[in-house]
Nanobody, 119 residues
Framework: QIQLQEFGGGLVQAGDSLTLSCGIV????MGWFRQAPGKEREVVAV????????YFSDSVKGRFTISTDNFRELVNLQMNSLKPEDTAVYYCAASLRDLPTAMRDYDYWGQGTQVTVSS
């Protein structure tokens, strides 16, 4: 069983930037999800295994980027212009599908890392 591990969460102020990282799984698309208190888990960003395709939710488009570091075998979520509403537990996930956005299409998950954005 593959267990993913997220790195980089923390407490920041509104407008700050933060980068989350997670180990990639060979052959898998990598996605980032988040879950705020009292809300359902939602997709944030996805990158295909080839790295040529990406997806961003409307709420983060233009502020977040997703990339892979093939040398260090990491997927990074660069979060810029953070807002209090970005506060959530962020999860890394891996999928054998091409560019999935639904939770059910992911095969492996991390345990999550807390991101808190203060106003």
């Amino acid at each position: 069983q593959i267990q993913l591990q997220e790195f980089g969460g923390g407490l920041v102020q509104a407008g700050d930037s933060l980068t989350l990282s997670c180990g990639i799984v060979t052959g898998c698309a990598m996605g980032w999800f988040r879950q705020a208190p009292g809300k359902e888990r939602e997709v944030v960003a996805v990158i295909s295994w080839s790295g040529t395709k990406t997806y961003f939710s409307d709420s983060v488009k233009g502020r977040f980027t997703i990339s892979t570091d093939n040398f260090r075998e990491l997927v990074n979520l660069q979060m810029n212009s953070l807002k209090p509403e970005d506060t959530a537990v962020y999860y890394c996930a891996a999928s054998l599908r091409d560019l999935p956005t639904a939770m059910r299409d992911y095969d492996y998950w991390g345990q999550g890392t807390q991101v808190t954005v203060s106003s």
